[in-house]
């Protein structure tokens, strides 16, 4: 499953980056790293997804969020 498929309200761990390594590189500055936990705030349709993720907000393309693979945070 990929982030831009996550629905709002539920809780995900980040299982892989499959993106550009200049956009990885910026990604895991900020936090985003395999195992990360994250929380759908909003996830429209068009494209945009915001996430919550230790403490800070972030809003993601479908071009990024389509290309970070997700599990649900229950499933181990």
């Known amino acids: 499953m990929t ?3 996550g629905k709002i ?3 995900y761990i980040i299982e ?3 993106l550009p390594d ?3 590189k910026r990604l895991q500055a ?3 790293i395999e195992g ?3 929380s759908v705030l909003n996830n ?3 494209g945009t997804v915001i996430i919550k993720m230790r403490s800070t907000r972030l809003a993601l393309g479908k071009g990024i969020s389509s290309h970070i693979g997700i599990r649900g945070k ?3």
Do not use: P, R, V, Y
Request: glycine content about 8%; charged content about 40%; cysteine-free.
């Open 3 to 5: 982030l831009a498929e």
């Open 9 to 11: 309200g539920h809780d």
């Open 16 to 18: 892989t980056l499959d």
């Open 22 to 24: 200049q956009t990885e």
């Open 30 to 32: 900020l936090g985003m």
């Open 36 to 38: 990360t936990e994250i």
């Open 44 to 46: 429209k349709n068009e």
């Open 74 to 76: 229950d499933h181990d």
